[in-house]
């Protein structure tokens, strides 16, 4: 199989439900905090760094962009949560636009739930955890920036997660993924592949 996907491309910024794109296809949701490196990932899946406008500065993206790959399927990259200059205003945006995008949406196939796996998870991590629980939709977690860890710190990952977020690693299907690793961005793509084909 491909290590990346072969084509892709933005196709708009959506700042309400009204506006997800007419036409309807499967979607793969990227969610997670601010700067855990969404677009990032995204990019590397389709082998273009420039797909997704990526920032070091937290909450750059701030409405819900959504990626046309292959004709066939849409990557949706979420807005952070975790971080705004406007607190209040920009939090109550974002629950409003996550929540809209949840509800009863026959499209949603994945949640590509990303944590960074420098740390231990936030308590915005395990806030979101839980919603997401809440809402049944199936879901992977992703740890990202693993290129930067060495092997005890890698071996910590499952500890952390039962830590923080109370996760058996075999209840909850975990990658360890980083943009220079190949393997790891091919090991992510070919599940979504299977997720699409289910």
Known sequence: MENYFKKASFIKTVVAKKEIPSDRK????FVGKSNVGKSTLINSLV???????TS???????????????????????????????????YKIYADLVEDYFDNNEYL????????????????????????LSTNYSFI??????????MSM??????????????????VKVFLTSKDDIRSISSLKNYIETVLEG
């Open 26 to 29: 499967k979607e793969i949701l």
């Open 154 to 171: 890698k071996a910590k990952i499952s500890k952390n997660l039962k830590e923080k977020l109370d996760i058996n690693k075999d209840e």
């Open 47 to 53: 082998n273009n760094k420039r797909l997704a406008k």
């Open 56 to 90: 070091s500065h937290p909450g750059h993206t701030k409405y819900l962009n959504y990626y046309l790959v292959e004709d066939r399927f849409y990557l949706v990259d979420c807005p952070g949560y975790g971080f705004s200059e406007r607190r209040g205003k920009d």
């Open 141 to 150: 977690i992703c740890m990202t920036k693993c290129d930067k860890l060495n």
């Open 109 to 132: 196939q994945l949640v590509v739930f990303l944590l960074d796996s420098r740390h231990l998870p936030t308590d915005d991590d395990y806030d979101f955890y839980q919603f997401l």
